[in-house]
């Protein structure tokens, strides 16, 4: 076998040379290959580029991007009205709806956001589920609507719709009340004697209602109790009692009393009886407070009873001039002191805890 000539560096490096010329003529070719297609499919997407010049921006870029699929996901897609999704701030709004109204009747007027207004477009009125109308949208994007509500809860919705399609939903809720509150007066009683200097009204209520006293207003606890207290001259007085629900209904109390002067505590006279003078520790315990004076019972006087030097409880006397304070017998064994203040008097008991 004939021996082989070994290749010379030179020869070798310039084989090489030409490999790597010929590599990149083919990556050129490549390269050149994929312009020819890009341009090719634009032509060819050109005709449905200029269709949709007519139809506005979107679905010029919708034909580009379905002729050229590298371009699809690059842009926004608008849903049309009535899609899933409707723009933000579309919904209709009504001004002025009550939470709480008397008046079966209701009258309303509202607006659709100006950006939503589109020709075809109206409002649907619903009360309690139900489409009661269905009304045009005016130029200027507003509307109007009567209602006859049920007693109690209803549920109003405003729908902006597009032929039939939902394009946003508003939702209220008017409570229909047309029940006055209730109204107890506990103190003073009808035609009894009160003390000019510190006339006590007070009583019960609906809770959420407000309250007036002669005109004043009083506040009114959670639980619709209140208690107010002011001074008055001497002589015959009206006391008038207003409480207003927050629907607006009201109910209205009088009473007749007389206010006369303050008795000096020399006067007075307040005795303290407790239910029992031996108890054990925590035992339960009452005491019934009398406060005279020379006229006889005194009404809506504020005591306060304390055990020693500390205060527990508090009560106001009734049309008879007595109180009952109950509480709970202290843990301290031996000779508690029971002291009562009230009106410029006091009077004190003697209570025994052991176990």
């Known amino acids: 076998m004939p021996r082989r000539e070994p290749v010379e560096r030179d020869r070798y490096r310039a084989a090489a040379r030409t490999a790597g010329i010929a590599r990149r003529t083919r990556l050129l070719a490549l390269d050149s290959a994929l312009v020819a297609v890009l341009v090719l499919t634009a032509f060819v997407a050109l005709p449905r580029v200029e269709a949709g010049v007519g139809t506005g921006v979107d679905q010029l870029l919708a034909s580009v991007q379905s002729a050229i ?43 659709v956001p100006g950006f939503a207004i589109q020709p075809g477009r109206s409002v649907q009125i619903v009360l309690n589920g139900a489409v009661i109308a269905t009304n045009p949208i005016e130029e200027a994007g507003t509307f109007n609507g009567a209602l006859a509500l049920k007693e109690g809860a209803n549920t109003i919705s405003i729908v902006l719709v597009d032929n039939h399609d939902v394009v946003a939903t508003s939702s209220y809720s008017v409570t229909l ?35 007036t006293i002669n005109g004043r207003s009083v506040i009114v606890l959670p639980d619709g109790s209140f208690r107010d207290s002011t001074n008055a001259s001497a ?82 006397t009734d049309a008879t001039g007595i109180a009952r304070i109950g509480f709970a017998a202290p843990t301290t064994q031996g000779e508690i002191t029971i002291v009562v203040l009230g009106g410029g008097a006091s009077g004190k008991a003697t209570l025994t805890v052991s176990r």
């Open 69 to 111: 699929p590298l371009l699809q996901g690059q842009s926004t897609i608008q849903l049309p009205a009535g899609g899933a999704a409707a723009p933000v701030g579309a919904a209709p709004i009504v001004e002025g709806l009550p939470l709480f109204t008397r008046d079966p009747q209701l009258q309303f007027a509202g607006r």
């Open 177 to 211: 009340d047309r029940t006055p509150p209730t109204l107890t007066i506990a103190l003073p009683q009808p035609d009894a004697t009160v003390d000019a200097a510190n006339v006590v009204v007070r009583g019960t209520t609906e809770v959420g209602a407000t309250l």
């Open 235 to 316: 002589g015959p007085l009206v006391i008038t009692v207003v409480a207003r629900d927050r629907a607006g209904n009201e109910t209205t109390e009088k009473l007749n009393v007389v206010a006369q002067p303050l008795t000096q505590a020399g006067g007075l006279t307040l005795t303290v009886a407790m239910s029992s003078t031996s108890v054990r520790p925590g035992q339960g315990v009452f005491a019934t407070i009398t406060l005279r004076d020379a006229n006889g019972p005194r009404a809506g006087v504020p005591l306060t009873l304390s055990l020693g030097a500390v205060p527990i409880a508090s009560a106001t």
